[in-house]
């Protein structure tokens, strides 16, 4: 028996997210905050985020550098108005640009809350039910992980049940190794095991975006062991609702603080 539940948000979100199509180059983070403010009539491009969120764009490399294999260069209009920098390794978009760009464009109207805590597995876990036990939050689980902890998102049927019926896998090599955002958007479970669905920014990964991984690949992705920066979660809402779910992250044990991504975060004036 398999139950796959899905978050509610999908169903004004996909048929945007399918028109939209792959990610502008390096706009992870401002493009899935462009479509989440689309699904509510805001009219705001990947670019416009970006630039609201001081994002930073490498001037040197090839895109060979930070594409998927398949992946087309994409841009869009204004893309030459976003900031850059020599270095890849310090380009980006840091959270807390995310959310300011996010309060910014939507005049107040949605907030991003920043989530970490030490135990990725149960605090995704924790997240999840929350997700589910309250709708009317319309939370959206937006994630910041690191792809080289992922599956290879093309499971077969057969390596997909084989590990929900509770069997051992050899765990696909990574599509990317990148810092990236992606959509928590479902879980599959099985007889013993369950499978994440995420929603990704390019239609190559799993099927038109939605991918399969395994919690322990999700949860690592989070905490990117072994590195000098940091992941995290961070819930898209309508700001009327964010002092009550933040009042249940904190009673569920996560913390509510933006993390450290690597990438360079906006001045904040005093």
């Not at 805001?42 to 490399?61: C, F, M, N, R, Y």
């Not at 108005?81 to 300011?100: F, K, R, S, Y």
């Not at 309250?134 to 792809?147: D, G, K, R, S």
Request: negative net charge; contains cysteine; hydrophobic residues 40%.
């Amino acid at each position: 028996m398999l139950d796959l539940a899905l978050l509610p948000y999908l169903k004004s979100l996909l048929p945007l997210h399918a028109k939209a199509g792959a990610q502008p180059d390096n706009l992870c983070g401002p493009y899935w905050i462009g479509l989440l403010l689309q699904t509510y009539g805001i009219s705001v491009s990947a670019v416009e985020v970006a630039i609201a969120a001081a994002t930073v764009l490498p001037s040197q490399g090839n895109p060979t550098d930070w594409l998927p294999a398949g992946a087309t260069s994409r841009q869009g209009r204004h893309y030459d108005q976003i900031p850059t920098v020599p270095n890849v390794d310090a380009a980006g978009t840091a959270i807390i640009g995310l959310m300011q760009a996010t309060e910014q464009l939507s005049q107040g109207r949605f907030s991003l809350l920043p989530l970490t805590t030490d135990d990725w597995a149960a605090g995704l876990q924790t997240v999840w039910q929350l997700c589910q036990a309250q709708p009317e939050y319309q939370a959206i689980p937006l994630l910041n992980v690191h792809t080289s902890y992922f599956w290879g998102s093309k499971l077969t049927p057969l390596q997909a049940m084989t590990y929900l019926a509770g069997g051992t896998i050899p765990p696909p090599p990574p599509d990317w190794r990148v810092g990236h955002f992606a959509l928590l958007a479902g879980q599959l479970q099985g007889p013993v095991q369950s499978l994440y669905a995420l929603l990704d920014t390019y239609p190559q990964f799993g099927w038109q975006g939605l991918h399969l991984q395994p919690p322990i690949a999700v949860s690592q992705s989070l905490a990117r062991p072994q590195q000098s920066d940091q992941g995290g979660l961070a819930l898209f809402v309508e700001t009327a609702w964010r002092s009550r779910l933040a009042d249940a992250i904190t009673r569920a044990g996560l913390h509510i603080e933006p993390w450290d991504n690597g990438s360079p975060a906006p001045f904040c004036p005093e």
